[in-house]
Structures are given as structure tokens and as C-alpha cells.
């Protein structure tokens, strides 16, 4: 089992005897129900843009057969079935609140043969190796419990030759809108969430997690030590967030 990073330690409810992972998935049952719009509002609509340059980078391979991580409300798997076209996207989630909000907007989208959303636990991953063309995830692999075992599943589940892409937060490297981005994430932020009434410490969480992520060159540095290859990064909105890319040995 791979060691515990410091960002494995970040919870969100400093005070909860229960375990990371337990906390967060109670933390996304209470917010599902507004969690889109309060995306929407928090980026000015840009994680849009962000989702859709990230599944770009899975054009090429023309994938079939994708698996989206931590789904949430199926916002990246909806966007991939569009602009990708595969046979099946299969997403995953621990929190049951947040997949029933995912299958609305997926019957609303008429992509039900398409798309499937399943409860599961994406550091345990319950397919078997080699199934997936494609696996990706967008702000979900910081809210891992062990992050090194969450990346090592997925990438278990790929098949050889397959893309990884990863789209997380990232911070700014330019002085002036580090300091920007510092403010917006300790107190916009939670404050946007007050005015949505929903748990201000949940997206206090957002910016200590985000902050202790391990960003850039480090994350790679991590999918190589775990095995991934063709690995790099982009950053996207002056560094604010970054796609990580990576793929499976053919062996």
C-alpha cells in the first residue's frame, strides 16, 4: 500500500472523528443539491472551458470505452459523450446524492444508453484491469483519501496504451495573481457558499486542499514514480488550474 502524502491529510471537518473519506462523502451528499450552480458562480462559468480542453486531449485516441472518476453530477462525462462520441462512459462516485443530481441531468441530456453512474470507491475500483480506454477526472483526485492508491487504480484499470487525463486546481505562479487567488480562495469563496446556505466548511476545505495538492512537475513526478508514461502538464487561467496527462504502458 503506498504511503499517505501531507495532502492525504487535509479533511474537511477538522472536529469529525470519522475518516477522510467518510467526510467527504458526506460533505458532497449536503451540497449536491446546488453543487452546479455554485461551480458556475465560484468560477464564472470557466471550469466549462477547463472541462472541455481537458477532454480534447483525449480526441486523438478516439477512446470507447471511458471511465470518469469521482463523477459527481456527471458534468465531464456528458461533455465527453458530446464531443467524444464513445460507446460507454462509466462514472463512479462515493457520494449517492451527488449521482442521483448526475442521473437527472444524464436522462435530461437523453444519453442514458451511453452513460452509466455507479456508487464506487475510486481508490478501489471495481472493474478489472486493462477495461478502459480513458480515464478521467476533473477536482476529484484531491479529495482522495490515498492519493497514490486512487492514481495507481486508475491506472490498473487502464488498458495498455491508455490516457489518463486530470484536470485539479493549481497556484498561480505570478506574484500579483498568486495573491489574487490566495484572497479569492479564503474568503470569496466560503462566502459565496454562505449566500447558497450550504456548508461553509466544505469549500473553506476546497481552498486547503487545493492549496496542499501537490501541483505540477510534483503530480507528474508522481504518475511516473507510479508507472504512468508520456506524462505532462498544461496550465489553463494563469495557472489557476492544470490538466495532467499520462498513459499506460504497452507491454
Partial sequence: MTEPLPHDHIIPFKESGQSKKEQVTNMFNSIAGRYDAINRVLSAGTDIGWRKKAIGKLGKNRPKMILDIATGTADMAIMACKLLNPDTIIGIDISQQMLEAGRKKVEKEHLGEKIQLLSGDSEA??????????VMAAFGVRNFENLEKGLSEMLRVLKPGGQVVILEFSKPKQTAVRGLYN??????????????????????YLSESANAFPERRNFVEILN?????????????LGIC????????VQ
Fill in 125 to 134: 475500483i471495481s472493474f478489472a484491469e486493462n477495461t478502459f480506454d480513458a
Fill in 183 to 204: 484572497l479569492y480562495m479564503k474568503l470569496v469563496a466560503p462566502q459565496v457558499a454562505r449566500w447558497f446556505r450550504q456548508n461553509r466548511d466544505a469549500y473553506q
Fill in 225 to 237: 514514480k507510479l508507472g504512468y508514461y508520456d506524462t505532462g502538464y498544461k496550465s489553463l487561467s
Fill in 242 to 249: 492544470c490538466i495532467y496527462t499520462g498513459r499506460k504502458p
